[in-house]
């Protein structure tokens, strides 16, 4: 992951939130929180992040519908690279998220490797046009 990435986390969990915050600050990035997918929706439609890290379970709004909201936004906001970050690894809810709109899906507890391999995956399809 290239350092210096504004990265938008939704999480609701405090846990999850003090982890990936941390991480992401060691690694050079600027990381923002937010607690629900109503306030991610929000957040994207009103800054330019390279990349949102979306939980799938939160209050007010769900991951899913954030990120449908989000892909219906106009210009580089609708575009921007999510990766679904959840607990849920059930067949079928990888394909579940990416048809929501999700370019990619890492579960939890969050592993950094697989993390950064997603973030990577995500920047490779994304320069590949």
Do not use: W
């Not at 992951?1 to 405090?14: R, S, W």
């Not at 957040?43 to 899913?64: S, W």
């Not at 449908?68 to 579940?96: H, K, S």
């Amino acid at each position: 992951m290239h350092a210096g990435l504004q990265v938008l986390i939704a999480e609701d969990n405090q846990v999850n939130q003090i982890r990936m915050l941390s991480v992401l600050e060691k690694l050079g990035h600027k990381p923002t929180l937010v607690t629900n997918g109503e306030e991610a929706v929000n957040a994207v439609h009103e800054c330019d992040f390279d990349l949102v890290l979306m939980d799938i379970q939160m209050p007010v709004m769900d991951g899913v519908e954030a990120t449908r909201c989000i892909r219906a936004l106009e210009g580089r906001a609708g575009r921007v690279p999510i990766i679904a970050v959840t607990a849920n690894a059930m067949a079928g809810d990888r394909e579940r998220y990416l048809e929501a709109g999700m370019d990619d899906y890492v579960s939890k507890p969050v592993d950094l490797e697989e993390l950064l391999a997603a973030v990577d995956r995500v920047r490779a399809a994304r320069a590949a046009g």
